[in-house]
């Protein structure tokens, strides 16, 4: 199914790695480094045009939840601009506790494809604007792109078009799909992927993982179709600036918020 998204506003979104409560930045969902207290970072990505946020908790154990829901508290009172909340999520308990800390949106992608009731159960409970289905894909020798979990640790036997179409049919509201290849080399977003998932869902994609340039925001957002685009080191690092990203795609055609 292909699907007109023509009219949407794209937007442009930092995503800040959680670890023991600091932000952190790896490639390929290792070798972490340190960026940051995520409070004060989220203050500053609201202060230079961010259009969202997204966290993930990264090492998300249970242990670690309380001091999470603190942190999420402190940042939706310290910013005013929509924000998701992924990893860890396994139970509606847990969609429940995330959203009433402050978040906009949360994002679930293991438990989801262990359990895809969940997706219905808490789209029904919540709403499906609050529900991210998340995706790690990673290309496979035969071309196809497999789902990843557990923190892209584990391969399954799911493709990631077919599973966004299933997502949404779940009830979810939107795809953030990663590009496990991509991930921290800042070669480029995954323009083959992004635009398959794209237009096999009317739901909009955030698009993550290659982040290197302007050109490559503009790529994924035309040619990859994405509705959005994620990225983290660069903002992070202070290697593109979100106000002047947005105006340069502006000046190219895109349709922004600045």
Same mark, same amino acid.
């Given at each position: 199914?292909?699907?007109?998204?023509?009219?949407?506003?794209?937007?442009?979104?930092?995503?800040?790695?959680?670890?023991?409560?600091?932000?952190?930045?790896?490639?390929?969902?290792?070798?972490?480094?340190?960026?940051?207290?995520?409070?004060?970072?989220?203050?500053?990505?609201?202060? /230079?045009?961010?259009? @969202? $946020?997204?966290?993930?908790? #990264?090492?998300?154990? =249970?242990?670690? +939840?309380?001091?999470?829901?603190?942190?999420?508290?402190?940042?939706?009172?310290?910013?005013?601009?929509?924000?998701?909340?992924?990893?860890?999520?396994?139970?509606?308990?847990?969609?429940?506790?995330?959203?009433?800390?402050?978040?906009?949106?949360?994002?679930?992608?293991?438990?989801?494809?262990?359990?895809?009731?969940?997706?219905?159960?808490?789209?029904?409970?919540?709403?499906?604007?609050?529900?991210?289905?998340?995706?790690?894909?990673?290309?496979?020798?035969?071309?196809?792109?497999?789902?990843?979990?557990?923190?892209?640790?584990?391969?399954?036997?799911?493709?990631?078009?077919?599973?966004? /179409?299933?997502?949404? @049919? $779940?009830?979810?509201?939107? #795809?953030?799909?990663? =590009?496990?290849? +991509?991930?921290?080399?800042?070669?480029?977003?995954?323009?083959?992927?992004?635009?398959?998932?794209?237009?096999?869902?009317?739901?909009?994609?955030?698009?993550?993982?290659?982040?290197?340039?302007?050109?490559?925001?503009?790529?994924?957002?035309?040619?990859?179709?994405?509705?959005?685009?994620?990225?983290?080191?660069?903002?992070?690092?202070?290697?593109?600036?979100?106000?002047?990203?947005?105006?340069?795609?502006?000046?190219?055609?895109?349709?922004?918020?600045?």
């Amino acid at each position: 199914m292909s699907v007109n998204k023509k009219g949407r506003i794209k937007r442009i979104i930092p995503c800040l790695d959680i670890d023991k409560g600091r932000v952190v930045k790896g490639i390929n969902f290792i070798n972490l480094t340190d960026a940051g207290d995520p409070v004060e970072t989220a203050k500053a990505y609201c202060e /230079k045009g961010a259009d @969202e $946020l997204v966290f993930l908790d #990264i090492t998300a154990s =249970s242990e670690k +939840r309380g001091n999470t829901l603190t942190m999420l508290k402190k940042v939706a009172e310290e910013t005013d601009i929509p924000f998701t909340v992924g990893g860890g999520i396994r139970s509606i308990a847990d969609f429940e506790s995330v959203l009433k800390a402050g978040a906009t949106k949360v994002s679930v992608n293991t438990a989801a494809v262990l359990n895809p009731d969940l997706l219905s159960k808490a789209s029904t409970m919540f709403g499906r604007e609050h529900i991210v289905a998340a995706i790690d894909a990673k290309k496979q020798e035969d071309g196809r792109y497999a789902v990843y979990i557990n923190g892209g640790r584990k391969k399954t036997n799911l493709n990631a078009v077919d599973w966004a /179409k299933k997502c949404e @049919e $779940l009830g979810a509201g939107e #795809i953030l799909l990663t =590009s496990m290849d +991509r991930d921290g080399k800042k070669n480029g977003f995954d323009l083959e992927l992004t635009k398959s998932v794209s237009q096999a869902v009317s739901i909009p994609v955030t698009a993550s993982g290659g982040a290197g340039s302007i050109k490559d925001f503009y790529d994924v957002l035309t040619k990859g179709y994405a509705d959005a685009a994620l990225a983290a080191s660069l903002f992070h690092f202070h290697e593109l600036d979100i106000t002047e990203l947005k105006k340069a795609l502006r000046d190219k055609g895109i349709a922004v918020n600045i």
